[in-house]
């Protein structure tokens, strides 16, 4: 059995082997950076590459670029970047989903979090947010939960006023949506999008009722009135949300305790040197004691976070952990 500790300890290793000769004859970086975001547009994973790319690129003294590259849930692209060079110039835009949620529920992902990657850091947390349009009929989760049991018990047909949208198959949202469903008895139906950005997109478009995603991706719509939101899912409320209630003060006995949140981080692939990991993670740490960064990391609903690469390893072993034994415990199993 491999314990935290044990866990974390081969995440850092990842990062520990000896660079390659190249390295020695030019500095790090001397041509343009990519980070790699394996969802669409619009979500929490783009949001914050987008925002960190222009003050990173100027830290680092070379241009970074945004690549989206999109599928799986970010299954595809977090392939793509474990089997790139190990040279600091390809990286992964990590987020739970990434390094958590779909490894932990499919173990045939095409991808190990722990011996594919040097973790860099943590870039920012936000708590999962249950959003639905405005002509849905529930105005928090408590009558949703009413309306879900009602239909169960009538044995009606319920059409699409179930259905609920997610950045992906494996996606913090999924797994979250179908924990409620197994704790409270609940249905609804999920609908996979490419990311947060496209089921937001559906969502507006009233071609979905529901969503469920990091605060980030509608935290603008429900502030303009556009959309609105039925809970989110950590032990506080979000700042910028105040008036959205947590799961766990709605008064179900199945959610106490309930403290789930997305994050985004930095990772390179395994065996990249251990010069560079630790360039990048004070680079980072730069970009994000930025005023103006922080700023914008703010309103979107994520909270800034500056960590090591050990912190950051650490943080995974322990969502896998936790994760692994939900899954296991609810006989989830998902495909990717």
Do not use: C
């Not at 989206?68 to 110039?89: F, Q």
């Amino acid at each position: 059995m491999i314990t935290r500790r044990r866990f974390s300890a081969r995440l850092l290793a990842a990062a520990g082997v000896a660079a390659a000769p190249a390295f020695a004859s030019e500095p790090y970086p001397s041509r343009p950076v990519r980070l790699v975001v394996g969802l669409a547009p619009g979500g929490i994973a783009d949001q914050t590459a987008r925002i960190i790319a222009p003050k990173l690129a100027e830290v680092l003294g070379q241009q970074v670029v945004v690549e989206n590259r999109t599928g799986a849930g970010g299954a595809i692209a977090t392939r793509a970047v474990a089997g790139s060079a190990p040279d600091g110039y390809t990286l992964l835009v990590a987020f739970d989903g990434t390094h958590v949620t779909i490894p932990a529920s499919n173990p045939a992902a095409g991808f190990d979090p722990v011996a594919d990657f040097a973790p860099i850091g943590k870039i920012v947390d936000a708590p999962v947010l249950v959003t639905a349009h405005p002509s849905f009929p529930a105005n928090d989760f408590r009558e949703f939960v009413q309306l879900s049991r009602r239909l169960l018990s009538s044995g009606g047909s319920a059409g699409r006023l179930f259905d609920y949208g997610t950045a992906g198959v494996g996606s913090t949202g999924h797994l979250t949506m179908e924990l409620l469903k197994l704790r409270l008895n609940l249905f609804a139906v999920h609908i996979p999008y490419r990311g947060g950005g496209d089921a937001r997109a559906q969502l507006l478009g009233r071609q979905i009722p529901l969503m469920l995603a990091a605060v980030p991706t509608t935290s603008g719509d429900i502030r303009a009135g556009t959309l609105k939101g039925l809970a989110v899912t950590s032990a506080r409320r979000s700042p910028v949300l105040p008036t959205v209630p947590t799961l766990s003060e709605l008064g179900f006995a199945e959610l106490r305790g309930l403290d789930i949140n997305s994050w985004v981080g930095l990772a390179a692939p395994a065996r990249t040197p251990v010069a560079v990991v630790e360039r990048l993670n004070s680079a980072l740490h730069q970009v994000l004691a930025a005023d103006d960064v922080q700023q914008r990391l703010v309103q979107t609903g994520s909270v800034p976070v500056r960590s090591s690469p050990a912190a950051f390893a650490t943080q995974i072993a322990g969502d896998l952990e936790r994760w692994r034994k939900v899954i296991a415990e609810s006989h989830l199993r998902l495909d990717v």
